[in-house]
């Protein structure tokens, strides 16, 4: 079954603190993972992809196959990084998306 | 680029009646667009994938004769709530994907539309 596991429904971390936000995927084929996040009142948008290997407001993450995991970091949280967090897994070429429950991350002063 | 737009953006209906809710892509062609429900403090939940020029590819457990979609053009699908209820109050997402602003497997989302039945 295709499943994207995010373990976290509350992060609180102090601002400068490292963050992880974790998610873990089960899919037999070959996944396509992401990370979308949703600020307050705006939209969901996407923040980073693992095929693109890049850096985005700081976050990386990288995919773990032999874990099934793809987990956001950022060295040093700021308080504008307080979002809602969505890991997603793309399957059937694309045409279906499967997201996690999200995690909320909070960044205290 | 790779704007989505949704109208109306909240409305209220009474028991029984229908409601519409539009999604567009305004400035790319989406060849898919995806239609989610999200409760509140809960996370999307996809309802329903939809093709241009196709009937749409609706997830268990949703009933297409009461979510009617529509793909008619690259830029537009709608969502009809048929005999809405009040547990059908919700905000619906929709996002689109495909045309050249990107990774044809990123989704590109609309601000949602927010359905209160009274």
């Known amino acids: 079954a295709q499943r994207v596991t995010q373990p976290e429904k509350l992060l609180s971390v102090f601002k400068g603190a490292p963050v992880e936000l974790k998610c873990n995927y089960s899919?037999?084929?070959?996944?396509?993972l992401f990370w979308y996040v949703q600020y307050s009142r705006q939209r969901l948008q996407l923040l980073l992809r693992?095929?693109s290997r890049e850096s985005i407001k700081g976050f990386t993450a990288d995919l773990n196959k032999g874990e099934t995991s793809f987990h956001l970091k950022k060295p040093f949280a700021q308080e504008e990084d307080s979002a809602m967090y969505y890991c997603?897994?793309?399957?059937?070429?694309?045409?279906?998306?499967?997201f996690g429950a999200g995690t909320r991350l909070f960044v205290k002063a | 680029g790779a704007v989505v737009s949704q109208h109306p953006s909240w409305v209220i209906c009474k028991s029984g009646t229908s409601v519409k809710i539009e999604c567009r892509s305004l400035?790319?062609?989406?060849?898919?667009m995806f239609w989610y429900r999200q409760f509140p403090k809960q996370s999307l939940m996809l309802m329903a994938t939809?093709?241009?020029?196709?009937?749409?590819?609706?997830e268990q457990g949703v009933e297409k004769d009461k979510f009617l979609i529509n793909h008619a053009s690259l830029t537009l699908s709608t969502l009809t709530v048929t005999s809405a209820h009040p547990e059908d109050s919700s905000f619906y997402i929709c996002?689109?994907?495909?045309?050249?602003?990107?990774?044809?497997?990123?989704?590109?989302f609309g601000p949602g539309t927010r359905l209160t039945v009274t």
């Open positions: 996002s689109a994907s495909g045309g050249t602003s990107g990774s044809s497997y990123e989704q590109y």
């Open positions: 899919y037999s084929g070959s996944p396509e």
């Open positions: 693992h095929i």
């Open positions: 997603a897994l793309s399957v059937t070429g694309g045409f279906k998306t499967i």
């Open positions: 400035d790319f062609q989406a060849t898919t």
């Open positions: 939809s093709n241009e020029g196709s009937k749409a590819t609706y």
